[in-house]
């Protein structure tokens, strides 16, 4: 059901790199999310955007940055990582803004920095 | 602030055994509640949600009901199987321009 991707699947990469996360989804959703999954398995919210050229940092104090130049298209880059950066990362988009619609979920990032 | 608090796990049970996550939240206002489940190497998708007090929400035998009076959405199933075993967030929105909170999980384990 859910038209929304994320690249790559599983990353593994050296401290210092700078990496980008992809993230994509043709729903036209104008709502889209980063989230970081701890091994406990709890959510946190990174970064959010409701819309072209609107970007918000979320709860979770996150040394990345995201852009939103297209309403498909919700990159998180980091630009030298580090073991602290290693996680599940979850891209999430929902419907029109002023609507209360259900998040739709990527497969996510599994990211090791070593 | 709003929160969310879920029943802590692992949780493990028998199959065809009755199940209940329990979940209780914080909010201003009205929210809308959701259960979301994520499966073994997968992203999180919604099960099931309610958005005024007394609806019940359903989906593949699972239930919950916003109860206001309690603030609570526990989540229920009569008979679980093995393929519901997943982890299982509560979350609520309490506006349609806010962001959606989610609890911290509870991951359900189902024997054979």
């Known amino acids: 059901e859910a038209d929304i991707y994320q690249t790559p699947r599983y990353l593994v990469i050296g401290t210092g790199k700078k990496i980008t996360l992809e993230c994509s989804q043709t729903?036209?959703?104008?709502?889209m999310y980063w989230y970081q999954q701890d091994p406990g398995m709890e959510l946190h919210l990174i970064h959010y955007?409701?819309?072209?050229?609107?970007?918000e940092k979320g709860d979770l104090s996150s040394e990345s940055t995201v852009s939103r130049i297209r309403t498909e298209h919700f990159p998180l880059t980091l630009e030298s990582a580090r073991p602290s950066h290693t996680s599940q990362y979850l891209c999430?988009?929902?419907?029109?803004?002023?609507?209360?619609?259900?998040?739709?979920f990527g497969s996510g990032t599994q990211l090791s920095v070593l | 602030g709003d929160s969310v608090t879920q029943m802590e796990g692992p949780v493990t049970l028998s199959e065809e055994a009755f199940l209940t996550i329990n979940c209780t939240y914080t909010?201003?206002?009205?929210?809308?509640l959701f259960w979301y489940v994520q499966y073994p190497g997968e992203g999180l998708q919604l099960l099931l949600k309610?958005?005024?007090?007394?609806d019940k929400g359903s989906n593949k035998g699972f239930e919950a009901t916003y109860r206001k009076e309690t603030t609570s959405f526990h989540l229920e199933k009569g008979s679980v199987q093995v393929s519901d075993s997943a982890v299982y967030f509560c979350?609520?929105?309490?506006?349609?321009?806010?962001?959606?909170?989610f609890g911290s999980g509870t991951r359900l384990s189902i024997r054979p």
């Open positions: 999430a988009s929902s419907g029109l803004a002023g609507t209360n619609e259900k998040l739709f």
């Open positions: 729903m036209g959703h104008d709502k």
């Open positions: 955007s409701y819309g072209v050229n609107s970007t």
């Open positions: 909010a201003t206002g009205y929210p809308s």
């Open positions: 309610a958005t005024k007090a007394d």
């Open positions: 979350a609520l929105s309490a506006s349609s321009a806010s962001k959606i909170i």
